[in-house]
């Protein structure tokens, strides 16, 4: 009889789902909080955040949304447009443009703009 | 053939309510199934779920060893101008009366009087600098963590007359000429700046133990979630008397003390 079979199935799926969802429930109250708070990111590193033209135009308003989003609501993770993932620091940046000491200091230079950073941060001259 | 069909509903009908029972007892009741979804990372934490403390055991702590504030003094760049006026302080040592002021105990030992302690930033949960910050350069973080957003200090000192503790210091002076062991993994202040201890936060996000509870050799320091009960701290609070410094104020200091 197909009804009876039917009738088998949905009694079988019922029971199974009730079982796993809870043995869900259990797993949920018995776990830990998680001792450590970070999570290792992958950061890629190897590639700019974004095109050298976009960069040269608006590498202020990138730092100084960093900057705060990262010092003052802990947000420290940038999402490019591609989709790969940056940690907001300025040691990203100089992690690839450091091998140029005159970075930063050329255009800066020619521009006439004196830009406060180092008196805290490291800078590309600086670097070892 | 009437009876058949009745039957057949009756069947189905109590199926389709004992499926419906499953999937409610998981669903409605717990949302057990959104809460095993678990983020790749902390984009955004969540404020208010930690609050880091820290308890200073001072029964193992040894007179005269200063490894703690050496290591913090080195990890952070902080200057060192060999002038009580110009001294900056994250992690210092003072005396029981300068400490302790308003303790309630009475009587206490010629030992517990005479020794030094370690006093740093309390990290209050209710903190005056805070409040009394007009830039917001001091602000509470989501973990509890009274932090300082250097790029927008301006140098006032409110927040130096608001701290009861004196856990902050200014620069008097351009620091980088008085730091004698630079480190290239924290960035240094610049003159006209209030500084202090951040609980080492920039290591916290490396996972690691803040600087001076690892180089502590005798383990005074334990460093820990006061949010949760399972913690190391919490269980050590709970099973010895501790005490905090000027708990009077209603700051809620986060760091705790035996003595």
């Excluded at chain 1, 039917?6 to 259990?26: C, D, H, P, Q, S």
């Excluded at chain 1, 300025?90 to 690839?96: A, K, Q, S």
């Excluded at chain 2, 969540?46 to 200073?56: D, F, Q, T, Y």
């Excluded at chain 2, 009861?164 to 960035?187: C, K, L, M």
Aim: hydrophobic fraction near 35%; aromatic fraction near 10%.
């Amino acid at each position: 009889m197909m009804s009876k079979k039917l009738i088998w199935i949905f009694a079988v799926t019922a029971i199974m789902l009730f079982a796993v969802l809870n043995v869900f429930r259990k797993g949920e109250a018995e776990t830990p909080p998680p001792l450590s708070v970070h999570k290792s990111v992958a950061i890629d590193s190897t590639k700019c955040i974004a095109p050298a033209s976009f960069m040269r135009a608006n590498h202020m308003q990138v730092l100084y949304e960093w900057r705060n989003s990262s010092v003052r609501t802990g947000n420290r993770v940038y999402i490019a447009s591609n989709g790969s993932k940056y940690e907001k620091s300025l040691n990203t940046c100089l992690g690839c443009h450091s091998n140029n000491r005159m970075f930063c200091f050329n255009c800066h230079s020619y521009a006439n703009v004196k830009p406060k950073c180092w008196n805290c941060h490291l800078s590309p001259m600086e670097t070892p | 053939m009437m009876n058949e069909q009745r039957r057949e509903f009756i069947k189905k009908t109590a199926l389709g309510v004992l499926v419906g029972l499953g999937a409610a007892s998981g669903l409605v009741p717990a949302f057990s199934l959104e809460k095993t979804v678990l983020p790749v990372w902390d984009e955004k934490p969540v404020p208010g779920k930690i609050r880091w403390g820290m308890l200073i055991d001072m029964r193992k702590c040894k007179e005269g060893c200063q490894q703690c504030a050496t290591a913090c003094h080195h990890a952070h760049n902080v200057p060192d101008f060999r002038n009580k006026k110009d001294e900056i302080k994250w992690l210092w040592q003072n005396s029981y009366q300068k400490v302790f002021p308003t303790a309630s105990q009475q009587f206490v030992s010629k030992e517990i009087q005479d020794r030094s302690y370690l006093a740093l930033c309390n990290h209050c949960a209710d903190s005056p600098c805070t409040k009394a910050c007009p830039t917001e350069a001091t602000f509470k973080r989501w973990d509890g963590i009274v932090a300082m957003d250097y790029h927008r200090c301006i140098g006032c000192r409110f927040c130096m007359a608001a701290c009861p503790y004196g856990s902050r210091s200014f620069n008097w002076q351009d620091p980088r000429t008085a730091i004698h062991e630079p480190v290239t993994t924290y960035p240094t202040r610049e003159q006209g700046v209030v500084e202090k201890c951040n609980f080492c936060s920039d290591r916290l996000v490396k996972g690691q133990q803040p600087a001076c509870t690892e180089a502590c050799p005798e383990q005074v320091l334990t460093f820990g979630d006061l949010n949760d009960p399972r913690s190391d701290i919490r269980r050590l609070l709970e099973t010895n008397e501790t005490m905090q410094r000027k708990p009077e104020l209603g700051t809620k200091p986060s760091v705790f003390y035996i003595i």
